[in-house]
C-alpha cells in the first residue's frame, strides 16, 4: 500500500477534487506560520487535518514539524515527526504533558501523507481522547502513549503563540510541502470528513470538507501568493509568514505530485538537500557522484530544467536508469559501458555528452547562471532519446517539438530493456557549487517568464517543447 500511496494516490487517482497550492517549508531558512490565539478557544476538544510531503528526513537531532505550540515547554500542544528518528509524535499539554510515539517510521519522501489528529479531552474512553490517523487509517502500533486525563485543558488557549511548520529558533522546523491545513475549533471529526478510499483501487485521496468552522477555526489553501498565511474559512484571522515569500508557493500537491530529486538514494550520505528537495550541493571533495529525481518512467515525453548556482563547476545533467542505483550511484552519468549504469549526460566543463563509457561533442559549456532543459523522450517502442538546451538554444541543432532528428539515442536506437525506467539525474563532483531542479511543481530557482506545459502544469523559465509534459502524476497518468 506505500507504494500505491507514493504515486497512484495523489494525482492519477481521480478525485473530482483538486488542491491547487501547497506551501513549501525549510528548517535552513526558519520558515513557519504563527498566529497568537484568543480568549474562547476549546482547550479540549479539536482536529487538525493536513497533507504533508516530506523532503528531507531527520534522526535524533531533533524536531521537524511543530502545528501548535504555547511558546515554552511547559505549555506544549504539539504534533510533529523525528523526535527519536522518523515516526510521529504527539504532546497534549499545559503545565503537565502527555506524550506519544509511533512505532511506524515515515520515511517515503516521495508521498504526501494526510494527518488528523482528533482531540477530545471530555471522553469518559481514554482511548478516545486522543486519536491519530495516516491515509485514513487509525494509529494503533505505539511504541508509547500517554492519554490525556479526562476533561484535560490543553496549551491552546488565549494568548499562546499557535505556529504551523516550526518551533522556534532553537528546533528544526518542517522540511518539505504543506496543503490543505484545517484547525477545527470545538469539534472532533474522522478523517472521512477530508478523504476517502478510491473503490477501484483502494487508495486514500483528498475530498472538500464541508462542515463547519466554528470559535477560532481556520483553514489555509496558500492560494494566495501575496499572502500565503490568509485565512479561507473560519475566523478569518490571517497567519503571519515568517521568512516565507511568493517564491514559497507550490502546485505540488496532493492531488497532482510532482517529482524531485531523490532523498532515499543509496550513497548519497555526502549530497545536501534543500529547498523542498530542488537544492543540491556536496558537502565535500568525494569524487563525482550522481542522484536522480524521484520518479522514473518506461514511456512518454519529459521536460525538466536546471540551473547552476555560484560557483557550480564540475556538473553533469541528464537523464539516467533507476535500477541498481549502488552501482551508478558513486560516479557521473553515463561513466559505465555495462547494463546496470545506462544514462546520457551533458557535461559543464565541454559541452560534450557522455554514454555508456564514451564521450563526444555535442554544444556549448554551461557555468553558474545557466538554465539547462532536458528533454526526455521514449517512444511507444522503447526507444529513448535525450535532448538538451542552454538558455533555450537547444544544442547540436535539435528541436524536440518536432521529432528526434540529432537528439541522443539513449540505446544506440535500440529499445530499452524490459524492467529498464528512466528519470532525471545530475552528477556533481568535489564541493562545487548549487544545483538546482525545477521539475515544475516548485521551482527550485527564479522563473522570471513562466511557462507551462500542454496540459496547463509546471512553471518554467523557457517554453516546454511541444509533445513534453513535466513528470507529475497527473500527467504520469495520461502519458506513462
Given at each position: ?7 497512484h ?44 510531503k ?9 524536531l ?12 506544549a500542544?504539539?504534533l ?7 515516526e510521529?509524535?504527539?504532546d ?99 478523517p ?7 473503490e ?19 483553514y ?35 492531488t ?49 530544467e ?55 561533442a ?15 523522450c ?11 538546451h ?91
Amino acid at each position: 500500500m506505500e507504494a500505491l500511496q507514493r504515486l497512484h494516490n495523489r494525482g492519477s487517482v481521480s478525485t473530482g477534487y483538486d488542491i491547487d497550492n501547497s506551501c513549501k517549508f525549510e528548517d535552513a531558512n526558519d520558515e513557519y506560520f504563527t498566529r497568537t490565539n484568543a480568549s474562547g478557544t476549546n482547550r479540549r476538544t479539536w482536529t487538525v487535518s493536513l497533507w504533508c510531503k516530506r523532503t528531507e528526513l531527520s534522526t535524533a537531532d531533533g524536531l521537524t514539524m511543530e502545528l501548535w505550540d504555547g511558546g515554552v515547554h511547559s505549555e506544549a500542544t504539539r504534533l510533529g515527526f523525528g523526535l527519536n528518528n522518523d515516526e510521529l509524535w504527539y504532546d497534549i499539554g499545559y503545565s503537565t504533558k502527555f506524550r506519544g510515539q509511533t512505532t511506524r517510521q515515515y520515511t517515503d519522501t516521495a508521498a504526501w501523507y494526510h494527518i488528523v489528529w482528533k482531540v477530545d479531552t471530555t471522553q469518559a474512553t481514554e482511548a478516545d481522547r486522543m486519536r491519530l490517523y495516516v491515509n485514513g487509517e487509525e494509529v494503533t502500533e505505539w511504541a508509547s502513549r500517554q492519554y490525556p486525563t479526562q476533561n484535560f485543558d490543553s496549551a491552546v488557549h488565549a494568548g499562546t503563540l499557535a505556529r504551523l511548520g516550526s518551533y522556534d529558533s532553537s528546533y528544526h522546523g518542517f522540511r518539505g510541502y504543506i496543503a490543505e491545513f484545517n484547525y477545527l475549533d470545538g469539534l472532533a471529526v474522522a478523517p472521512t470528513e477530508f478523504g476517502e478510499t478510491d473503490e477501484d483501487t483502494g487508495i486514500w485521496k483528498p475530498k472538500a470538507y464541508s462542515g463547519s468552522y466554528p470559535g477560532q477555526s481556520c483553514y489555509l489553501d496558500f492560494s494566495n501568493s501575496a499572502n500565503l498565511g490568509s485565512n479561507a474559512k473560519g475566523d478569518d484571522v490571517d497567519w503571519t509568514a515568517n521568512n516565507i515569500t511568493a517564491a514559497d508557493q507550490a502546485t505540488d500537491t496532493p492531488t497532482n505530485n510532482f517529482a524531485v530529486i531523490n532523498t532515499l538514494q543509496s550513497n548519497n550520505s555526502n549530497l545536501i538537500l534543500s529547498n523542498g528537495a530542488t537544492s543540491l550541493i556536496k558537502s565535500g571533495n568525494h569524487g563525482w557522484q550522481t542522484t536522480s529525481a524521484n520518479m522514473a518512467v518506461r514511456k512518454g515525453k519529459w521536460y525538466a530544467e536546471f540551473k547552476l548556482d555560484t560557483n557550480a563547476t564540475l556538473i553533469m545533467l541528464g537523464v539516467n536508469q533507476i535500477e541498481d542505483d549502488v552501482a551508478w550511484n558513486g560516479s557521473y552519468i553515463g561513466a559505465y559501458s555495462n547494463s546496470t549504469a545506462r544514462g546520457m549526460a551533458y557535461y559543464s566543463q565541454t559541452g560534450y555528452f557522455y554514454r555508456n563509457g564514451g564521450s563526444g561533442a555535442i554544444g556549448n559549456t554551461y557555468a553558474a547562471g545557466d538554465i539547462i532543459g532536458i528533454a526526455l523522450c521514449i517512444n511507444d517502442n522503447l526507444t529513448g532519446f535525450m535532448g538538451m538546451h542552454r538558455n533555450g538554444t537547444w544544442q547540436n541543432s535539435q528541436d524536440p517539438s518536432a521529432g528526434t532528428t540529432n537528439m541522443l539515442g539513449l540505446e544506440y536506437g535500440n529499445a530499452i530493456e524490459e524492467g529498464i525506467h528512466y528519470t532525471f539525474a545530475i552528477s556533481n563532483h568535489e564541493g562545487t557549487g548549487k544545483v538546482l531542479a525545477n521539475f515544475g511543481g516548485f521551482d527550485g530557482f527564479t522563473v522570471s517568464s513562466g511557462n507551462a506545459d500542454a496540459n496547463g502544469y509546471g512553471n518554467f523559465e523557457y517554453a516546454v517543447p511541444t509533445g513534453y509534459y513535466a513528470l507529475c502524476t497527473k500527467n504520469l497518468e495520461e502519458f506513462a
